[in-house]
Structures are given as structure tokens and as C-alpha cells.
């Protein structure tokens, strides 16, 4: 029961870089989050996507962009790596929009941007 | 505005003793709220939801519409729910997305 995986677990960057976070869900959910976590500020919604085929902006998504790949998967793109990106990434799915149900998260990635 | 506040950044409470945390809204339609918990070291893992009216793992929260409020309380703490807790909201304004509060960082000391 993987239910949200996400890859890689750490990564430091140094600025300029670009880099890729992968996300899959095998619960057959329709909708996808990807999510900062900084220290004092909650979670922040990046980019999301209520069903395959479509993403839509959230809060933060500024020097971000999504692909969601096929519906079991939905990555995140850094083209132009800067420190204020250094944060933890968490991506979560649910079975449609609105989580009545709630999320399910994956562990999260560690970013490092020096 | 959509909105989730948590006003405690950090709650400290002894083993057996009460505890409160708070999550007060703001929200023009009817939210689904929800609060997750994130022990150390581990993912987000979903509490408890508002509409299921349940208790897990001894806690418990009422939607008070009246206050805007989702307070999680539970009447004796244990040192295992030393966590980072959430309150979130979602709805069908805006799209469907759950919003975070900032987060309490709950320490049950012995």
C-alpha cells in the first residue's frame, strides 16, 4: 500500500539549476497538490490538478510549473532554482476536488536552493 | 477571503492535562474543515473531518459556525501526540482547494 510517493527525498541545488519532483498515487484519485511547507506559514498550495488534463495555479506558483503526466502521476518543475524555493514539497492527491475525504500526502521532499 | 487561522505557533501542556488547540475561519460557503497531524519525521496523515463527527485517537472537534471555529481538544494529553497539527478548510469556492492554517506545534511534556 505505496498510496503518495514522491522523489527524490533531499536534493540541494545551486542557483540557476533546474530540477524535477516526482509524484505517483496509487489510489486511482483523480485530483493532485503539490504544496510547500515553510517554517511559520502552514502549507502553501503551489499547482493543482482536479483531474488529468488539467492544472490550475494555487497560491504560490511563481517560478514553478506541473505536468500531470497521466493520472497516476503529477510532477513538479523548478526551471531556474532560487533560495527562496528552498522549502519541503509536499505532494497529496484525494479522490476529487474539494476532499471530502481529505488528502493523502506522500513524505515529502527536502529542497536545498544555495 | 479564505482564510484558516491558528493563533498558537506553539502549545506546551503536561501529560494528563487538557488540551485545546485552536483554528478559527473564514469562509463564505459551507467548508469542509479537517485536521491533519505530522509526528516526527513522518508525512501528513489526516485526524479527523468535521462531517464524521468521530474521535480519534481520544480527540475530538466541533464546527462552530456561529464562531467560525474548529477547535481540536482532547481531555487528557499523552506524550505520543507531541505533533505538528493543522487545521485546514476545503470548499467549493475557489475551486475546490484546501487551505492550511500555519500550524501548532503541540509538546506534551512528562
Known amino acids: 500500500n505505496a498510496g503518495v510517493t514522491q522523489t527524490p527525498k533531499f536534493q540541494v541545488l545551486k542557483t540557476g539549476q533546474s530540477m524535477t519532483l516526482q509524484c505517483a498515487q496509487d489510489m486511482n484519485h483523480n485530483s493532485m497538490y503539490w504544496y510547500r511547507q515553510d517554517p511559520g506559514m502552514g502549507l502553501r498550495l503551489i499547482y493543482y490538478s482536479a483531474s488529468e488534463g488539467t492544472t490550475d495555479k494555487g497560491e504560490v506558483p511563481n517560478g514553478y510549473n506541473v505536468s500531470r503526466l497521466n493520472k497516476r502521476e503529477f510532477s513538479l518543475r523548478l526551471e531556474s532554482a532560487a533560495p527562496s524555493q528552498t522549502s519541503v514539497y509536499f505532494c497529496?492527491?484525494?479522490?476529487?476536488?474539494?476532499?471530502?475525504?481529505?488528502?493523502?500526502f506522500g513524505s515529502g521532499t527536502r529542497l536545498t536552493v544555495v | 477571503a479564505q482564510r484558516v487561522t491558528q493563533p498558537e505557533k506553539l502549545l506546551s501542556v503536561f501529560k494528563g492535562a487538557p488540551v485545546e488547540l485552536k483554528c478559527n475561519y473564514s469562509y463564505s460557503g459551507s467548508p469542509e474543515l479537517f485536521w491533519y497531524v505530522q509526528y516526527s519525521r513522518q508525512r501528513l496523515q489526516l485526524l479527523l473531518r468535521h462531517i464524521s463527527r468521530e474521535s480519534i485517537k481520544g480527540f475530538t472537534a466541533d464546527l462552530n459556525k456561529g464562531e467560525t471555529s474548529f477547535h481540536l481538544k482532547k481531555p487528557f494529553a499523552q506524550e505520543e501526540d507531541s505533533a505538528m497539527y493543522y487545521c485546514a478548510l476545503s470548499g467549493n469556492t475557489g475551486g475546490f482547494k484546501t487551505i492550511f492554517g500555519a500550524g501548532t506545534r503541540l509538546f506534551v511534556k512528562a
Open positions: 497529496a492527491s484525494s479522490e476529487a476536488p474539494g476532499a471530502v475525504y481529505g488528502y493523502t
